[in-house]
């Protein structure tokens, strides 16, 4: 199958800089809950704050400073915003968002954020107890979703948070973002604004190869198997059905009853290709695998980015990638 191609650079540039200081500190709020509620968080020993790093230590002028709870929605604001913003992450690449505990370090490189970006439906709250006394503008990605729900396991009727893996809702972070970054600077709005749409053309010409590719497909093969659940918003787009080891990531992983349960429906169906995450392992599914004779097809990217020098270091990266791999296994 063809690789998913597509036109188009990051962080295009546009616009002039804001001019005037950064909203209350985030980190100050973050560090001191975290230091208050060392006994919980597993940290020890006392934050000096008076050596945690300065704007000018990060070279951040008059740029507008986003702190993004993970690196797919920081990679969203850093192409929306272009030469406006500065934006740090406080998952690195690799990292499992789902009830992630933000460290020292992973908050002190967003130090004064102006906009804190995060994903909302119940993937990101460890943040909520650190924003509540900060100054800064809080947006939540996936407002206007309408969310699915989870299926199985103790978070069954909950919304399932993976809703950027749908290239249509990941639109719609995008416009998200930039009006948020257009209210905290108004005078880049029409610049944010004008990449957002830009962004968004090249997730809809994506998404129609994607449909095109799943089309050619056949029927019988259009099922995907992967460890997390993640993936429901995406195989609705595209007519895919979706199963899974388990729900999401903050639940048991490989259970004997969930890997049972997934050997009888993967012989039973003849299903060729399954798949796994980055975030993960793939031991559950592999055994799977050598139960049915099928084979772990492709390592997907989800919760994650890779870091710059890996195979999805952007967002669009990764849905290319992921939708590259898919296609092309479940046609062999």
């Given at each position: 199958m063809p690789k998913f191609d597509r036109a188009g650079g990051r962080n295009p540039r546009g616009g002039r800089r804001r001019t005037g200081s950064p909203a209350t500190s985030f980190i100050v709020v973050v560090l001191t809950a975290i230091v208050a509620?060392?006994?919980?968080?597993?940290?020890?020993?006392?934050?000096?704050?008076?050596?945690?790093?300065?704007?000018?230590?990060?070279?951040?002028g008059d740029r507008i400073v986003?702190?993004?709870?993970?690196?797919?929605?920081?990679?969203?604001?850093?192409?929306?915003?272009?030469?406006?913003?500065?934006?740090?992450?406080?998952?690195?690449?690799g990292a499992d968002v789902h009830h992630y505990e933000p460290s020292v370090d992973d908050l002190k490189r967003v130090e004064g954020a102006d906009l804190v970006v995060s994903n909302g439906l119940g993937m990101d709250d460890w943040l909520l107890r650190f924003i509540d006394a900060t100054d800064a503008r809080h947006v939540v990605t996936s407002e206007g979703v309408d969310p699915l729900p989870v299926r199985s396991g103790n978070y069954t009727g909950r919304p399932n948070p993976h809703a950027w893996m749908s290239p249509?809702?990941?639109?719609?972070?995008?416009?998200?973002?930039?009006?948020?970054?257009?209210?905290?600077?108004?005078?880049?709005?029409?610049?944010?604004?004008?990449?957002?749409?830009?962004y968004v053309a090249e997730l809809d010409e994506l998404a129609t190869r994607a449909?095109?590719?799943?089309?050619?497909?056949?029927?019988?093969?259009?099922?995907?198997?992967?460890?997390?659940?993640?993936?429901?918003?995406?195989?609705?787009?595209?007519?895919?059905?979706?199963?899974?080891?388990?729900?999401?990531?903050s639940e048991s992983q490989g259970l004997p009853r969930q890997v049972t349960a997934l050997i009888d429906e993967v012989r039973d169906?003849?299903?060729?290709?399954?798949?796994?995450?980055?975030?993960?392992?793939?031991?559950?599914?592999?055994?799977?695998?050598?139960?049915?004779?099928?084979?772990?097809?492709?390592?997907?990217?989800?919760?994650?980015?890779?870091?710059?020098?890996?195979?999805?270091?952007t967002y669009l990266d990764l849905l290319d990638h992921d939708l590259e791999i898919i296609t092309r296994e479940l046609t062999t």
């Open positions: 509620s060392a006994c919980t968080t597993g940290l020890t020993g006392a934050v000096d704050v008076d050596d945690r790093p300065r704007f000018a230590d990060q070279e951040t986003v702190a993004a709870t993970f690196t797919i929605l920081a990679d969203m604001a850093s192409r929306v915003g272009g030469d406006r913003v500065r934006v740090e992450s406080v998952t690195t690449p249509d809702e990941g639109a719609r972070y995008i416009r998200t973002i930039a009006d948020a970054l257009a209210e905290v600077d108004p005078e880049g709005a029409e610049g944010y604004r004008a990449r957002a749409e830009d449909r095109a590719a799943v089309a050619a497909v056949p029927a019988e093969r259009r099922v995907l198997v992967t460890c997390e659940g993640a993936f429901s918003y995406l195989a609705r787009d595209l007519g895919l059905e979706e199963l899974y080891l388990w729900p999401v990531n169906r003849e299903i060729p290709a399954l798949f796994c995450e980055s975030t993960v392992s793939d031991a559950a599914m592999e055994q799977v695998a050598a139960e049915t004779g099928s084979r772990v097809a492709g390592l997907l990217y989800v919760d994650s980015l890779s870091a710059p020098s890996g195979p999805v270091p």
